[in-house]
Structure formats: C-alpha cells, structure tokens
C-alpha cells in the first residue's frame, strides 16, 4: 500500500498541518493539536520517537537531555504536571571535586551547579513516552524520511521513501534548522534562506555522553556528591545520575568530535572508567554497566559544521527566514527556533496558539 494511502485514508481536508520531526518539540506540538481537535502527520525519520531525548531502556538514566529549571523554565514544570509525570532533585549533598592538569585532585565543599536542578523520574525518554501514548497511532510514523516538500495547486505535498502524502496547509519543521537544508524544496529555498539556517548550531550536536551504573552509589559513603570538573578528561564534567532503584554517573566528554572516532567505543569506555576510579576509588572500576552515546554520529541531529564543540546556544531571529511563497505555510518549531531558551527542552515547548493564528 503507498504512504499516501495509508496515512492520509481519510478526508484530506482534515489533515491540515503535517509535523516534521518526533523530538519533544514535534511531540509537543502534536498533542497540542490532538487537544483543539486540529488533524495532523507526524513524521520521523529515526526509528524511535524523542530525537536528543534518550533513555537507558531499564534503568532510564538520561543519554541525552537530563535537567530542567524550575526557576526558569515554566513550561517544563506545567507539561510535566498536566502529564502527571513526576520529578526529583539533582542530588547536591557533600563535596565536589576538581582535577587539575597537574593530576591533583581537589575537594570543594557543596555542589558545582548553583541553579536548583530537577530531573524527571524515570529519565526523559518518560515525557515522551507519555507524549505517544497521548496520541493516535495512525497520525504517527517512524522511519518516515522526508526528502522533498513541495508546493501544488491543492497545497503542500510532502515525500517520503517511495511515497508521497496528500496535501497540506502548513508544514511544522520541528528539527535543528541545519538538517532543513537537506531536504528537496519546490520551489527552492532562496540562497540567504539556505545560509540563515545552516548558521544556527544545534546544541549538543557535537557532544558525547558517558553513562556507568553501580549496584550503589559508594561516592556518597566518602561525602561526595559526584559532581566533578576535570582539565584532563577523556569527561570534562561529571555528575551524579543515580534514581530509584539505580546507582550510577554520568559525564560530558571534553575529548572532541575527531579525537573520540579515532579512540573507538571500547577505548574510550575504559578512559572513562578509568577517569572515575581516580575521582571516585577503585569501585569505579567495575560498573554493571556502561553506555555512550555520541550525538555527533547521528546524523538526525549533527551536521559537520556540528562536529566542534560548541558553547553557546543558538539563538537567533529566525522568524522571517521562510520568504513568500514559503511564508505562510512553512514554521519553525524546533528548540533552536525556540524565542526563548532554544537548544534547551523548554525551548522546543512553543507557544502553538500562536502558531495556530496564522493556521
């Protein structure tokens, strides 16, 4: 059965806003319609729902996004609360540490992060579990590329591997503006629109994580807290990643894009065991069991320009990017078009209603 059968079956005048992208932001969005009784496509090309949202499957400790603000971040704190999915502090009690490039390690009394941290139980992947569950089945779809979208008499046609869907009004990119390119546009996007988005860096892009699970978290029977800096590495900074029923830390690699795909999975893993016997002791050694994920290897978050680390989130007036005739039927919803906090998880959650005026 062709795509277009099979996802729009119904009439097509009811399917009026197609979602590109099943990360929070497009989730997000897609419940929100569900909610005003607004049709809409889902489409993902992972194979998985959440994007830079990703859990351990059985312990469900945070690959990806792990903290959110409460202080700040609204939005994060109302949609956890309307999904009833609960939240717990970053653990802080007992002293941090700090290894200096000369090997020494020094012991600071409190927490490194200054800001109240909250986590969500369970790990992020939870939200968006929630999220799907929210949804119906039929408007959502995996490994559903897109490779062109195009402008017809009757609307906007979005093609996906071997098939195409029926029209729509408005097409939602809820991806980093720098993959937007890489989709076939009819008409083509203007050069200055082009450059505009491969400006924007996707935050996190070029960053890798390493995760390791105890049978208990041993750093805290020395007073520490398993927040830790370090101007050596192969982990620039640690924390610790421990919820119910599991022990473990978790650290952001300082060794670059280049410099980690020549190491090899296997090579870096026993760095990083190795970095957190001489914070933590030799328990450290030996956890249950351990995880990477570089998020500059998945190429539906990094491009190259991706690759160096990047410090600064990106944010940008991107507002009128999209000029005449993609103007009135192309928006940005992803967390780098965020207007407020893009690249965090509160900055995918948008304003839909405003969204919806020009609908």
């Not at 949609?79 to 941090?96: H, I, K, R, V």
Request: negative net charge; hydrophobic residues 40%; contains cysteine.
């Amino acid at each position: 059965m062709r795509a277009s059968q099979s996802m729009t079956s119904a009439d097509p005048t009811q399917h009026t806003i197609a979602i590109v992208g099943g990360g929070l932001a497009g989730l997000h969005a897609a419940w929100q319609l569900q909610q005003r009784g607004i049709a809409f496509e889902l489409f993902e090309a992972r194979s998985r729902w959440g994007g830079r949202i990703l859990s351990t499957p059985e312990s469900g400790i945070d690959l990806g996004p792990t903290w959110f603000w409460p202080a700040f971040q609204p939005r994060m704190s109302k949609l956890l609360e309307m999904l009833q999915l609960p939240s717990f502090a970053q653990y802080t009690e007992g002293s941090s540490l700090l290894e200096h490039w000369n090997g020494q390690i020094a012991r600071y009394d409190g927490p490194l992060m200054a800001d109240t941290s909250l986590r969500i139980a369970g790990g992020c992947a939870r939200l968006i579990q929630r999220l799907v569950d929210h949804l119906p089945s039929e408007r959502l779809h995996l490994n559903a590329t897109v490779e062109s979208i195009s402008i017809g008499a009757e609307g906007i046609s979005i093609t996906v591997p071997a098939a195409s869907t029926l029209p729509y009004r408005q097409v939602w990119l809820a991806i980093p503006p720098r993959l937007i390119p890489a989709i076939h546009f009819a008409p083509a996007l203007a050069p200055a629109t082009v450059n505009a988005l491969k400006a924007i860096p996707t935050w996190m892009a070029a960053h890798a994580k390493y995760v390791a699970l105890y049978d208990k978290p041993f750093w805290r029977e020395q007073r520490l807290n398993g927040d830790a800096f370090s101007h050596v590495g192969p982990l620039a900074e640690i924390h610790d990643a421990s919820q119910s029923g599991y022990a473990a830390l978790f650290g952001f690699f300082r060794i670059p894009h280049g410099e980690r795909a020549s190491y090899g999975e296997h090579a870096l893993k026993a760095a990083c065991r190795a970095q957190l016997a001489r914070l933590f002791g030799p328990q450290a050694l030996a956890p249950e069991q351990d995880h990477l994920q570089d998020w500059a290897q998945e190429p539906h978050t990094a491009t190259t320009r991706d690759h160096a680390n990047g410090h600064e989130h990106g944010i940008a007036s991107l507002a009128n990017v999209f000029p005449t005739p993609w103007q009135a039927c192309l928006r940005l919803i992803g967390s780098e078009a965020g207007s407020d906090q893009a690249g965090y998880m509160e900055g995918a959650l948008h304003d839909i209603d405003t969204l919806l005026n020009s609908a």
